[in-house]
């Protein structure tokens, strides 16, 4: 049954009624018609089976029953994401959210090429916390992942360990594969990730003092904001909760 | 050692010379100096190793020693992407060939809202081809992948048919997960990625007469363009070509 995301102002009672683009396309690219059912999602951990009344003037649903969402993974990862340029640091958000990080942690490290006051890091964490809310609600998560900008390499460091696993990608790394590293059972995940110009030696002597496994994620070079997303689809395989 | 791309036209005999931005990356970014080695890739298939001479109007480097590439996968994996909105499209022929990818095949299907006509598709194809080497080069895959637009669904059944495994992301299978489906070995497989409406139900029943199996990815509901990435990386994790 398709599923599709509304906003909570469109639920009332035992009714739900769409309008604008969404209608739209519940009609025109769903082609749904009165007696025809779909689940909507209001985006804030519920899911709503309807049948659909009517159609004109807007999708007009019968609620037939409402449910706690069951969309979300059942293992805590955290991503600590490098500071990336603009675009890809964003692009990462986006598609990490998507595949069900719970929480979400930009930090700085020495070859970041982006580089933001204090000032600039709280609206770009506004800007980055709205990317996450937008990509929770179109992916029907139960609700939306924080962003919580760190400060520096040793706040990230310090915001890895309460993760009962945790791995840094390094491209350096030849020894450990992810794969080893994510083996066996555990309930939280650190997955970090570096910028452009990956991290420096000393970062991943750091990250080793701190108990934090670097890996390799294979031979082919992956961009910056590729890496988290690769690797958190390897995790949510691993942990069956990508078509697992 | 860092891996770094550079055009065919930087390598002359036993001496590199790398100009221009790319220069700029290894001195102020990788900070390397003489003395330090670096690979350089040519993206047609070849490493060089080499060690930096000098770092003054250019890096000037002595080739140590040169080698065919081992940054392919040991699997063949065609990804069939149903067209979807311009950028969206771009992306995911960006993500996977970073991924690995071995060929591309944008085609038609029902709900597909972007629509070529021929004259446009050939234009479309140059500029998706231009995208695939790009991307090639960047993350040092042996040679760009082809990009082959297909012009109907059936042209996309036929084309798989030539992959010993397939199978076609469906968000209404419940009970066929991507990993039952690419359980054991195969050499080569079909993903096949439906567009932002999905696929419709008689296209996953002539999908099934082909012999193509219509699997899940899980419970969040992905956009159009995550769904190939994430499940190229899944089977590229699956294989032990993403750091396994």
């Keep these: 049954m398709p599923k599709f995301f509304v906003g909570r102002e469109s639920i009332d009672g035992d009714r739900a ?3 604008g683009d969404d209608a739209g396309h519940i009609v025109r690219v769903l082609r749904k018609s009165p007696g025809d059912e779909i689940i909507l999602c209001d985006g804030e951990g519920r899911d709503y089976h309807c049948r659909v009344l009517s159609i004109d003037g807007g999708v007009l649903c019968e609620i037939t029953g409402s449910f706690e969402s069951s969309s979300e993974p059942d293992v805590d990862v955290g991503v600590f994401l490098a500071f990336t340029k ?3 640091l964003e692009l990462a958000i986006q598609k990490c959210v998507e595949l069900g ?5 930009p930090f700085p490290s020495a070859r970041c090429v982006a580089r933001y006051g204090p000032a600039e890091l709280v609206k770009k964490a506004e800007r980055w916390q709205r990317i996450a809310d937008e990509a929770s609600k179109q992916s029907m998560r139960a609700r939306p992942p924080a962003v919580r900008p760190l400060s520096s390499f040793e706040d990230m460091l310090e915001g890895a360990l309460k993760y009962s696993r945790r791995v840094i990608l390094y491209e350096m790394e030849k020894d450990m594969p992810l794969r080893e590293a994510i ?3 555990f309930g939280s995940i650190a997955l970090i990730t570096g910028p452009e110009g990956g991290f420096e030696e000393k970062e991943i002597e750091a990250a080793r003092k701190a108990a934090i496994t670097p890996v390799t994620i294979g031979k082919r070079i992956l961009r910056a904001e590729t890496a988290p997303i690769c690797a958190l689809a390897a995790v949510m395989y691993q942990t069956g909760n990508l078509g697992g």
């Design 17 to 19: 009624l769409i309008t």
């Design 86 to 88: 603009g675009e890809r």
């Design 101 to 105: 990080a719970a929480a979400l942690y």
């Design 183 to 185: 083996g066996g059972d």
